[in-house]
């Protein structure tokens, strides 16, 4: 297995090398200058329609629910654990290009929104079905076809073996144990010379049954209990940062200077200044978009779904879940990694945040942990409800929605949940993180070919907006 990591992550620093980097933010910063930086001027409005559903709109649920099944998806291990492995491999500054990335990411999240909508399928029983292979497919022309599939079949893999399922289930475990189990002193069983821990084996048991409990359940369900969980944990869990922040208010210049001096390689030896910018940026930008998702092509699955007859308002909507991932979450993860200085003791992962939450309030270590590992299991959980959506709509594509083979992916989906945490830390981010880049790549292409059909629907949208023709 060793050796087998060490393989991926070479490819991992291939595949999230200068040119991908450059795709990414490149696309980003073309599309926020072709829509006039719309993801500033027009945020106020989107954080309107966020919570305002059109009444009349075509598709199978709200527009709230389709952008908390999104949510679901995005807001996980990677705004917890993720922000934690980018800081400690790329430095405080990596922290700085996750959110640099995300200002343009918001722009390239409303593109996907859009594109999901007006160039999605609905059947004769209102199943909407939609996402980056049919804008592909539609949009590019059907000699693109292969692009489509392409694309699909990278999601289908990321859902059940990367960002979907394993990454999410190890770190609810990894939590898990490292607050009911810390010493490794109830061992239920050794596989290749590492122990596990009954906590482990539990949590994986646990966490399998209430996902099938859900999944089988199909996207109305996901829906529902997405919408009711996700806004409530995101609104405790900054709340519980933002009290940390206040309670090392002193740190926070100084935590803010080291993180702006990390990002620019002030920090490095000379000569090196260089490679540390590229090393935070890699680091960051790929956290971040494991974290947003910005550009991978996930979140237009979900938006297709939305009840609304206006592709441009449902991408108003989509791009507020980056604003919300990144430059809230995400944000308030790293600072109070900073303030506590848990970036650089020696720690790595969901390790990190737990001293963080530890040491950051007058509590006791083992307080700070139980709130870490909540917060995380809940964003954890129904990162894996978003991301069997997201999944099953790429094999559906492919399969030409056959149904039989349907119910055998989401079996084999709460399968690979339950084998999910005795795979090793290293190996899972890593693995995800390649299907991540393999996944935008085959979108990123379609965003900047089908731009202009992006600007003029946009330029539609608000001219009869203006002008009093939509309410």
Not at 133 to 141: D, K
Not at 144 to 149: D, E, G, M, S, Y
Not at 304 to 322: N, W
Request: aromatic share 10%; hydrophobic share 55%; with cysteine.
């Amino acid at each position: 297995m060793a050796s087998f990591t060490k393989f991926l992550e070479a490819v991992d620093g291939v595949v999230w090398g200068v040119p991908l980097i450059v795709l990414i933010m490149g696309t980003g910063i073309y599309l926020t200058i072709r829509l006039g930086v719309l993801q500033f001027r027009k945020l106020g409005l989107a954080l309107n329609y966020m919570v305002h559903n059109e009444k009349d709109g075509t598709g199978e649920v709200t527009s709230f629910q389709a952008l908390c099944t999104a949510m679901a998806a995005t807001v996980g291990t990677g705004n917890i654990v993720g922000v934690a492995t980018a800081m400690v491999a790329g430095g405080p500054g990596a922290l700085f290009w996750m959110v640099i990335a995300a200002c343009f990411g918001m722009a390239v999240k409303f593109s996907e929104g859009l594109l999901a909508v007006k160039f999605r399928v609905i059947d004769e029983t209102g199943h909407a079905l939609g996402g980056p292979f049919y804008y592909i497919e539609n949009g590019m022309g059907k000699n693109w076809k292969w692009l489509a599939k392409l694309f699909a079949l990278f999601g289908v893999l990321a859902g059940m073996l990367g960002i979907g399922t394993i990454t999410q289930v190890n770190g609810i475990a990894g939590a898990a144990k490292t607050f009911f189990d810390p010493n490794d002193q109830h061992i239920a069983f050794s596989m290749g010379g590492i122990d596990y821990s009954w906590a482990t084996v539990l949590t994986a048991v646990i966490v399998s049954v209430l996902v099938a409990l859900v999944v089988i359940g199909g996207i109305q369900r996901i829906a529902s209990v997405a919408s009711f969980i996700v806004p409530a944990m995101i609104v405790i869990y900054v709340v519980v940062c933002v009290c940390i922040l206040i309670a090392n208010a002193t740190a926070i210049p100084g935590a803010l200077k080291e993180i702006v001096a990390s990002a620019f390689g002030l920090r490095a030896a000379a000569g090196g200044a260089l490679g540390a910018i590229i090393i935070a940026m890699q680091k960051g930008i790929g956290r971040g978009l494991f974290s947003n998702e910005a550009g991978l092509g996930s979140a237009p699955i979900a938006a297709a779904a939305a009840q609304t007859k206006e592709p441009t308002r449902q991408g108003l909507v989509s791009m507020t879940g980056t604003f919300i991932d990144t430059c809230i979450v995400c944000l308030m993860t790293g600072l109070t990694i900073m303030v506590t200085g848990s970036w650089n003791v020696g720690l790595d992962g969901v390790d990190v945040t737990i001293r963080a939450f530890g040491e950051g309030l007058p509590w006791s270590q083992s307080a700070g942990a139980f709130v870490l590992l909540m917060c995380l299991a809940f964003f954890a959980f129904t990162t894996i409800l978003g991301w069997d959506y997201y999944s099953e709509r790429c094999f559906e594509y492919l399969s030409n929605k056959n149904k039989t083979g349907l119910l055998v992916f989401r079996w084999l989906y709460i399968l690979a949940v339950l084998i999910g945490p005795f795979l090793t830390l290293s190996f899972v981010w890593t693995f995800a993180s390649i299907l991540n880049a393999l996944m935008a790549v085959p979108n990123l292409i379609a965003l900047l070919a089908l731009s202009g059909v992006i600007v003029a629907e946009t330029k539609s949208y608000f001219d009869r907006l203006d002008t009093g023709r939509l309410k």
